[in-house]
C-alpha cells in the first residue's frame, strides 16, 4: 500500500468455511476501494510427502471463480502477490472449536515471512472490520505500520486507537497527565499527528506492563476487531513478529490482524 492507495487484493483459498469468509470479506473491501480482486486456489493433492503443505487440497470445479495453481500453498501465493503486484493479501485464520485462537498454519507463516507487503487474517468469528488497534512500539521501524494502516483505515470507516507498552510494570515512565518520559511514546506521539485517519495523537493510549498482556486488555476494552502489527521477515518458522511479542501476538489476538513488514 506504499502508493497510498489499496487497488489490488489477493485471497489465498483453500476451500471450505474459514477461506470462504475470508473472501467475502475481501470483497466488500475490494468493493469499498474499488479494486480488483483475485482468489487464488492451490492443488496440493499429490504433492511429495516432504512438500509439507498440511491437508491436501484437490482442484475442483467449486470454485469457479478461483484461479488454481499447483505447489505449496504459502509460496504460490507469495508468487502471485508478487507477479499482481497486489497490496493486501488476505488469508483466513482459523480458530479452535471452543473459540481460542490457534497457532499460524504453515500458509499463513510462510506468506507473512516471505511477503513484502501487508497480509489481513480474517477468523471466521469477525464479522465486521470497524475498530482498528495499531500496536505501536515506539521505534523508528514500528512507525512503519501508519501509512498501510491509514489506507486500510481509510477504506473500511474504522474508528481507531494506537497504543504504546512501556516495558516498565511498575508505572515510573508516567510523568503527569500530559503523558510518558520515554522517548518511544513521544516518537509515536508526533507520528500519529500526521494520520488523523487514525485518530491522531488523541486516540494513543499509553500503557505500562508486560506488552503482549496490555495489548491484549487493550483490544478488549476497545472492543477492537482487527489488530495492526509490525511483523519482521525471513527467520525460522513461526518467529515472525517484533520478538516474541509480534509472535505471541500473532497466536493468541482474538481478532482480525493486519501485518505489516517493518
Do not use: Y
Request: include cysteine.
Amino acid at each position: 500500500m506504499g502508493s497510498n492507495a489499496l487497488t489490488r487484493l489477493l485471497v489465498g483459498s483453500a476451500g471450505g468455511v474459514v477461506s470462504e469468509h475470508a473472501a467475502e470479506l475481501a470483497r466488500g473491501i475490494a468493493v469499498r476501494a474499488g479494486a480488483k480482486l483475485e482468489v487464488l486456489a492451490v492443488e496440493t493433492a499429490g504433492l511429495p510427502a516432504l512438500a509439507a503443505v498440511g491437508e491436501h487440497t484437490q482442484r475442483n470445479g467449486s470454485s469457479p471463480a478461483a484461479t488454481w495453481v499447483r505447489g505449496v500453498p504459502g509460496v504460490e501465493i507469495v508468487h502471485r502477490a508478487q507477479a499482481l503486484a497486489v497490496d493486501l493479501i488476505v488469508l483466513g485464520r482459523r480458530e479452535s472449536a471452543t473459540g481460542g485462537v490457534l497457532p499460524l498454519g504453515r500458509t499463513a507463516d510462510t506468506v507473512i515471512r516471505r511477503h513484502d507487503g501487508p497480509c489481513l487474517l480474517v477468523p471466521p468469528s469477525v464479522q465486521r472490520l470497524d475498530r482498528m488497534l495499531l500496536a505501536l512500539d515506539g521505534t523508528q521501524r514500528g512507525l512503519g505500520i501508519l501509512e498501510p494502516a491509514a489506507v486500510l483505515a481509510a477504506v473500511l470507516g474504522a474508528e481507531c486507537q494506537s497504543a504504546h507498552v512501556s516495558g516498565s510494570d511498575s508505572g515510573s515512565g508516567l510523568t503527569t497527565e500530559s503523558g510518558w518520559t520515554d522517548p518511544g511514546a513521544q516518537r509515536v506521539r508526533r507520528a500519529l499527528a500526521e494520520f488523523p485517519v487514525l485518530g491522531g495523537e488523541s486516540a494513543l493510549r499509553l500503557r505500562a506492563g508486560a506488552p503482549v498482556g496490555e495489548l491484549l486488555a487493550t483490544l478488549e476494552e476497545f472492543a477492537a476487531n482487527l489488530l495492526v502489527l509490525g511483523v519482521r521477515r525471513g527467520g525460522p518458522p513461526g518467529e515472525m513478529g517484533s520478538g516474541h511479542v509480534g509472535r505471541d501476538l500473532l497466536r493468541s489476538a482474538p481478532v482480525a490482524i493486519l501485518t505489516v513488514p517493518i
